[in-house]
């Protein structure tokens, strides 16, 4: 078997973890290679590791370290195995003084592996693709000046949806529910499902709400003449400069990401445990 390790050394104790992970691997005869880097916000834009070839991939770091080997493994059908050093660490299943159990058994295959639906997004200008790329979480359009209202036509399947003056707007996968849509209001939904969710942010109608849209149709977003200058951002890490009249298409790809050890159950522990979600009080 051959192992990526994509380590986030923005935490002074990746380094040791990294060369932990790699002797453990090696006892089992797989191959390593490390890619690191020192930061917060990975950007593929910027990294020209290449992931063809791997069996797996283990991420070291946060949910930005998780998002960024997702969105490069899940073309490739590759699995992640993410071990938790954020401070959030809602992706990222396995406890970083837990790693070796849960990796055992994956090497055995006796793990569980997951399937997560994905993003992709693409600008067309003028009739030109001018940008293309997938996200795990979220496509957020909105004003690259904080609060401001631009404008924006959205259409689902070729239906139009209206006009919407807002902030921006949330176009999430089930997984990205929990992220920045969950923080703009908008809902909770398992993973397992394979669905669209779009949430506006600070819309200028109260009558805008969430809603949720199956996965058989693609969004179209029309940027309408605004005061202020728009962009996209696909996962909080990768951003595209929008114009008038470009139209970004939003579509769920048939593959998927693949998360080792990210259960259901761990899914709804960690709303409860990192979202303080509750049925109703505890007494």
């Not at 104790?13 to 005869?29: H, P, W, Y």
């Not at 090497?107 to 997951?114: D, M, R």
């Not at 000046?145 to 949330?170: D, E, M, Q, W």
Request: net charge neutral; proline share 5%; charged share 15%.
């Amino acid at each position: 078997m051959k192992c990526l390790i994509v380590a986030n050394l923005f935490k002074s104790e990746t380094e040791k973890l990294c060369n932990n992970v790699t002797d453990f691997l090696q006892s089992f005869n797989v191959n390593v290679e490390k890619f690191c880097y020192n930061g917060n916000k990975p950007d593929s834009c910027d990294f020209n590791q290449n992931f063809n070839g791997f069996d797996f991939v283990i991420t070291l770091g946060g949910d930005g370290t998780v998002l960024y080997a997702c969105r490069n493994c899940a073309p490739l059908s590759i699995p992640v195995f993410s071990i938790n050093l954020g401070e959030f660490g809602f992706l990222a299943p396995v406890k970083k003084d837990d790693w070796k159990k849960s990796l055992e058994q994956f090497i055995k295959g006796e793990a569980t592996v997951s399937s997560r639906s994905m993003l992709e997004c693409e600008v067309i200008r003028s009739g030109v693709s001018v940008f293309k790329n997938n996200c795990m979480n979220d496509c957020f359009i909105s004003s690259i000046i904080s609060s401001r209202i631009i404008n924006l036509n959205v259409a689902y399947n070729h239906a139009t949806l209206g006009p919407f003056k807002a902030s921006g707007i949330i176009i999430s996968s089930p997984t990205g529910s929990t992220a920045h849509s969950a923080a703009a209001g908008g809902p909770i939904v398992d993973p397992n499902l394979s669905a669209f969710v779009l949430t506006t942010l600070s819309s200028f109608s109260l009558s805008a709400r969430p809603l949720v849209f199956g996965s058989s149709g693609e969004f179209i977003v029309t940027v309408l003449p605004c005061r202020y200058e728009v962009s996209l951002m696909c996962d909080g890490q990768i951003s595209f400069p929008l114009e008038k009249d470009d139209v970004v298409i939003i579509s769920i790809p048939e593959y998927k990401a693949k998360l080792i050890g990210a259960t259901q159950e761990k899914f709804y522990s960690a709303l409860q445990s990192k979202l303080n979600w509750a049925g109703g009080p505890r007494a």
